[in-house]
């Protein structure tokens, strides 16, 4: 079946640089598109940025500076890299599907990073 | 950007009453809205995809209406399990803006 988990640390330093992992099964990163993502806590999600099934990616304007997508097929993973981190960069960053129909329908459980000294 | 407003913020109801959640995009966003069910610690849900297609394996008390700017998610006859926060996303354009959300409590 189709599972989507993201991995990575949960305190990032302010300044420093996020890196995380979605790691996907039961579909192919060349036929489905991956987005991340965020949600700060008590707030309504923020899409981040798409890695498309043919390798293009696609940044929210608010975030193209900092960010950054890639991805290995061979292992079935997605990366996010974001720079630059301050505290409200801080909630739960998710990667979810991107089905040409349904959109985001299915998510990973989420990780939840905190910036903080 | 396309801004998603959400309301209620906050809902309680008791089990058995019929719930409505409405989100309103701030221009037209033909029918590409989805309704999204989050518990709490879990991943998002897809309920509802394109206003008002049903998504597989959801039970058919969830209901979406809705196009252009206006949208309402209904639950006709509220379960505990029900008890959640929904939000909605649109898909129309670039980029993909949410709801803030509404948390579904029982009275």
């Known amino acids: 079946q189709v599972q989507l988990k993201e991995s990575g640390p949960g305190l990032v330093q302010p300044s420093e640089t996020l890196s995380l992992t979605c790691t996907v099964s039961?579909?192919?990163?060349?036929?489905?598109?991956v987005s991340w993502v965020r949600q700060p806590s008590g707030k309504g999600p923020e899409w981040m940025g798409r890695?498309?099934?043919?390798?293009?990616?696609a940044y929210n304007s608010a975030l193209k500076s900092r960010l950054s997508i890639s991805r290995d097929t061979s292992k079935n993973q997605v990366f996010l890299k974001m720079n630059s981190l301050q505290t409200d960069d801080t909630g739960t960053y998710y990667c979810?599907?991107?089905?040409?129909?349904?959109?985001?329908?299915?998510w990973g459980q989420g990780v939840m990073v905190t910036v903080s000294s | 950007d396309i801004q998603m407003t959400q309301s209620p913020s906050f809902l309680s109801a008791s089990v058995g009453d019929r719930v409505t959640i409405n989100c309103k995009a701030s221009?037209?966003?033909?029918?590409?809205l989805n309704w999204y069910q989050q518990k709490l610690g879990e991943a998002p849900k897809l309920l509802i995809y394109?206003?008002?297609s049903l998504q597989t394996g959801i039970p058919s008390r969830f209901s979406g209406s809705g196009s252009g700017t206006d949208f309402t998610l209904t639950i006709s006859s509220l379960q505990p399990e029900d008890v959640a926060t929904y939000f909605c996303?649109?898909?129309?354009?670039?980029?993909?803006?949410f709801g803030a959300g509404t948390k579904l409590e029982l009275k």
């Open positions: 394109n206003a008002n």
């Open positions: 890695m498309w099934y043919d390798g293009d990616t």
């Open positions: 996303l649109q898909h129309n354009s670039w980029p993909r803006t």
């Open positions: 039961g579909f192919s990163l060349t036929s489905y598109s």
């Open positions: 979810t599907r991107d089905h040409p129909i349904l959109r985001f329908d299915y």
């Open positions: 221009q037209n966003i033909n029918r590409y």
